[in-house]
Nanobody
Framework: QVQLVESGGGLVRAGGSLRLSCAAS????????MGWFRQAPGKEREFVAV????????YYADSVEGRFSISRDNAKNTVYLQMNSLKPEDTAVYYC?????????????????????WGQGTQVTVSS
């Protein structure tokens, strides 16, 4: 069983930056692809970014491409989401999620239902 705990959310002005962290328990962290999703009030949970276990592959939603960067440190069992040039429309609860395998390509990783474990979420609010 993998437990995920997000941190780093907060209130920031438009144009600012935040770095989210997601700490995972367990010894098999490197075998999981790790994704970030977000959910704004009244909207569906949407894909933001994903990184493979070895960090060789990353995919991003079009809305964050070039502004957000996902990375991971397998020695620390942690995945990060660096968010730059934040916009008010980035306001949401951000969740990290772990995929145990059987997925290839961004078309698969965009699907929230292929992720086996989820964190509790961290709020990001961007003011205009």
């Amino acid at each position: 069983q993998v437990q995920l705990v997000e941190s780093g959310g907060g209130l920031v002005r438009a144009g600012g930056s935040l770095r989210l962290s997601c700490a995972a328990s367990g010894r098999t962290f490197r075998s999981y692809a790790m994704g970030w999703f977000r959910q704004a009030p009244g909207k569906e949970r949407e894909f933001v970014a994903v990184i493979s276990g070895s960090s060789t592959r990353t995919y991003y939603a079009d809305s964050v491409e070039g502004r957000f960067s996902i990375s991971r440190d397998n020695a620390k069992n942690t995945v990060y989401l660096q968010m730059n040039s934040l916009k008010p429309e980035d306001t949401a609860v951000y969740y990290c999620a772990a995929n145990q395998g059987g997925c290839s390509g961004v078309g698969c990783y965009r699907n929230r239902y292929v992720y086996n474990h989820w964190g509790q979420g961290t709020q990001v609010t961007v003011s205009s």
